[in-house]
C-alpha cells in the first residue's frame, strides 16, 4: 500500500487528497469528518484515471470539505466546568466539579449527573485538563466493559471472533478492521445509545468475513441488524456531537 498526495484546483480552491494503493478492484472517495480527502484505488489504475475520477466528483468534493470546515468552526471548545453537558448511551448528564481532598481524581454518575471530584488548589489549566483527563479515562472504562459484552454476543451469532480488540481515540473514523482479524473502536461512540455501538461493532464484526461494502457485506450486517439503516443514519447527522464532545 502506498500514500501519495495530490492537489486539484476546484472553484480557485486548492484542495489536497491521499491516494492510497490497495486491492480493491474499484476508485473511491473518502471525505473525513476533518476534510482529509482520500482516494482508495487499485495498484493497475493509473494517476491520470484517478485524476479523471476526482475530477468527476469535484463538485461533491468541495461540498464535503466545506461542510467539514463549517463544522469545525461552529463547535464550541468545552471548558469541563460544572452545568456543561455530557452524553452517555445516548441520554445527557450534567456535569458536576467537585473539589475535595484526594490524590488523584474520581467520576461517579448519578441519576442525572456525572460528578467528577478532583484535589484543590490547581490552576484552571491544570484543573480542565485533569477533568478531561478523569473523564475519557471513565469513558474508555465504561466502553471498554460494553464493548465486550456487545463483540461475545454478536461473534457467536456470526461465528468469527476477531483476533485483538482496541480502543483508540479516532478523529473521523468509528472503527476499523485488519485482514489480520484486529478490530478498533471509538470509545466515543460510549456517548451513543447502544444500538448505535452495536452496529458499529456488527459492521467490524462483519468484515471479518467480509473485507469489503459489497452488497454481500450489507446482507450480512442486515441479517443480524435489519434496522442498520437507521443506525447509519444516525451516526451520520450526530456523529459531530460525539466528536466535539
Known amino acids: 500500500m502506498t500514500d501519495k498526495k495530490r492537489f486539484i484546483e476546484i472553484e480557485d480552491n486548492k484542495i489536497a487528497y491521499t491516494v492510497v494503493k490497495t ?40 461540498r464535503k470539505v466545506n461542510e467539514a470546515a463549517e463544522r469545525s468552526s461552529s ?14 448511551l445516548g441520554d445527557e448528564y450534567i456535569l458536576e466539579t467537585v473539589e475535595k481532598d484526594l490524590a488523584w481524581a474520581e467520576v461517579i454518575k448519578t441519576e442525572n449527573t456525572v460528578a ?5 488548589g490547581m490552576s ?24 465486550k459484552e456487545r463483540v461475545d454476543r454478536y461473534s457467536l451469532r456470526l461465528k468469527v471472533f476477531p483476533r485483538k480488540i482496541a480502543i ?9 478492521c485488519s485482514k489480520k482479524g484486529n478490530i478498533n473502536l471509538n470509545w466515543r461512540l ?14 467490524e464484526l462483519c468484515h471479518l468475513k467480509v ?34 464532545s
Not at 467528577?116 to 484543590?120: D, N
Not at 456517548?191 to 459492521?203: G, L, S, T, W
Open 23 to 62: 486491492r480493491r478492484k474499484t476508485i473511491g472517495i473518502i471525505v473525513e469528518r476533518n476534510g482529509e480527502v482520500r482516494v482508495r484505488a487499485p495498484f493497475r489504475v493509473s494517476e491520470n484515471q484517478i485524476f479523471k475520477v476526482v475530477q468527476k466528483k469535484a463538485d461533491w468534493i468541495l
Open 75 to 88: 463547535s464550541v471548545e468545552r471548558k469541563f466546568a460544572s452545568g456543561e453537558k455530557l452524553l452517555y
Open 116 to 120: 467528577v471530584y478532583i484535589p484543590g
Open 124 to 147: 484552571c489549566e491544570i484543573r480542565k485538563q485533569t477533568i478531561k483527563k478523569a473523564l475519557e479515562e471513565w469513558y474508555r472504562k465504561r466502553f471498554s466493559e460494553i464493548v
Open 168 to 176: 483508540k481515540d479516532q478523529k473521523t473514523r468509528w472503527g476499523s
Open 190 to 203: 460510549v456517548m451513543a445509545p447502544v444500538d448505535i455501538i452495536d452496529y458499529v461493532v456488527v459492521h
Open 211 to 244: 473485507m469489503n461494502h459489497s452488497k454481500d457485506f450489507w446482507n450480512l450486517v442486515m441479517s443480524i441488524l435489519p434496522n442498520c439503516n437507521e443506525s447509519r443514519k444516525w451516526l451520520k447527522i450526530n456523529g459531530d456531537r460525539l466528536i466535539n
